[in-house]
């Protein structure tokens, strides 16, 4: 059996987090955001909608010497968040209960903001992270419907650079003798950063 607290790749399997009714963000598509997101040690991150908090245990692990920020509007989000928190035995996470974009204001500004979740207030989260974000910093959006993604492309205009990629994913699932491909619902992952950084 792995220790949760020494697996060290990216792409934590999903079975390994305490898990709850609050959504998160699968394995694949959370490698994909992060690698979207460039993390390195040192970042101030903000993770928007954190759910169980999948991503920020794994941001947090990549980014030694910084400080994630898992903001979530849900008690049992914000539970489960910290208690994925002690299981991988990460230090460099700290919740905030509210709800985006107010629960932002007194947080440091941000190096990267990935946003998962935006209980209908996308539009002002996005500006909220555009208003605050560091030189060279990065936006990560995983959207599940095509109004996120229009929503998303409309805030992102005027200085900034953006890349659009949809995901896929079917994962094979035994069906009495023989194995058939289940697909997931596709999820697209928004990527901005401001022109010519």
Same mark, same amino acid.
């Given at each position: 059996?792995?220790?949760?607290?020494?697996?060290?790749?990216?792409?934590?399997?999903?079975?390994?987090?305490?898990?709850?009714?609050?959504?998160? @963000?699968?394995?694949?598509?959370?490698?994909? @955001?992060?690698?979207?997101?460039?993390?390195?040690?040192?970042?101030?991150?903000?993770?928007?909608?954190?759910? @169980?908090?999948?991503?920020?245990?794994?941001?947090?692990?990549?980014?030694?010497?910084?400080?994630?920020?898992?903001?979530?509007?849900?008690?049992?989000?914000?539970?489960?968040?910290?208690?994925?928190?002690?299981?991988?035995?990460?230090?460099?996470?700290?919740?905030? !209960?509210?709800?985006?974009?107010?629960?932002?204001?007194?947080?440091?500004?941000?190096?990267?903001?990935?946003?998962?979740?935006?209980?209908? !207030?996308?539009?002002?989260?996005?500006?909220?992270?555009?208003?605050?974000?560091?030189?060279?910093?990065?936006?990560?959006?995983?959207?599940?419907?095509?109004?996120?993604?229009?929503?998303?492309?409309?805030?992102?205009?005027?200085?900034?650079? @953006?890349?659009?990629?949809?995901?896929?994913?079917?994962?094979?699932?035994? !069906?009495?003798?023989?194995?058939? !491909?289940?697909?997931?619902?596709?999820?697209?992952?928004?990527?901005?950063?401001?022109?010519?950084?």
């Amino acid at each position: 059996m792995i220790n949760k607290k020494e697996y060290g790749a990216a792409g934590i399997p999903d079975s390994f987090f305490a898990r709850g009714t609050v959504p998160m @963000t699968k394995e694949e598509i959370r490698v994909i @955001t992060l690698s979207k997101a460039r993390l390195i040690p040192g970042l101030v991150v903000w993770d928007v909608g954190s759910g @169980t908090g999948s991503i920020s245990v794994e941001a947090a692990r990549m980014t030694p010497g910084g400080m994630v920020y898992a903001v979530e509007k849900s008690s049992e989000g914000c539970r489960l968040t910290r208690e994925n928190s002690l299981l991988f035995g990460v230090e460099n996470i700290q919740v905030i !209960m509210g709800e985006a974009p107010g629960a932002l204001d007194g947080l440091p500004s941000p190096d990267r903001v990935i946003i998962g979740g935006s209980g209908g !207030m996308l539009k002002s989260i996005i500006r909220s992270a555009q208003d605050r974000l560091n030189l060279g910093g990065r936006i990560v959006i995983n959207a599940v419907t095509l109004d996120t993604l229009g929503s998303s492309l409309e805030c992102l205009q005027g200085g900034w650079e @953006t890349e659009v990629i949809q995901v896929s994913i079917s994962k094979a699932q035994v !069906m009495g003798a023989s194995r058939l !491909m289940k697909a997931y619902n596709p999820v697209y992952v928004i990527t901005a950063w401001r022109c010519g950084v």
